[in-house]
């Protein structure tokens, strides 16, 4: 698990991050990236081929599909702690799910979310 969060696999929610740093007694600056280390435009390689999803638009749609979809993205954010309720950042390895359940390829999951005007990015 630590491993994910240093890799940026895994987003660490501010709770979990205290914790932590009181079990290896050391201040929460210290388990943050120095600021001045990463790249302004650094980006993940889950946020250059996912996607972020308009969960208040998902609500509008009907269908199969779309109750599924909605089950997999809640489960999403209960394992992320993301409970803003509005958008979804969905990592690329995510996206083979979501290509299952829209019934369409992985290369063509995007577009299918787009068609579906749910696709923010």
């Known amino acids: 698990m ?51 999803i308009d969960l208040t638009r998902l609500e ?14 809640h489960m999403i954010q209960v394992q992320r702690q993301d409970f803003n309720g509005r958008m979804l950042t969905i990592r690329r390895d995510d996206m083979r799910a979501i290509a299952c359940i829209l019934r369409v390829s992985v290369n063509a999951a995007d577009q299918k979310l787009a068609e579906l005007g749910l696709s923010m990015g």
């Open 2 to 52: 630590l491993g994910a969060y240093e890799r940026g696999e895994r987003a660490i929610s501010v709770p979990r991050l205290a914790r932590l740093a009181a079990f290896y007694k050391v201040p929460v600056e210290q388990l943050l990236p120095d600021a001045e280390a990463v790249p302004v435009d650094a980006t993940t390689s889950a946020d250059r081929h996912g996607a972020v």
């Open 60 to 73: 509008g749609l009907g269908g199969a599909e779309s109750a599924m979809l909605v089950r997999y993205l």
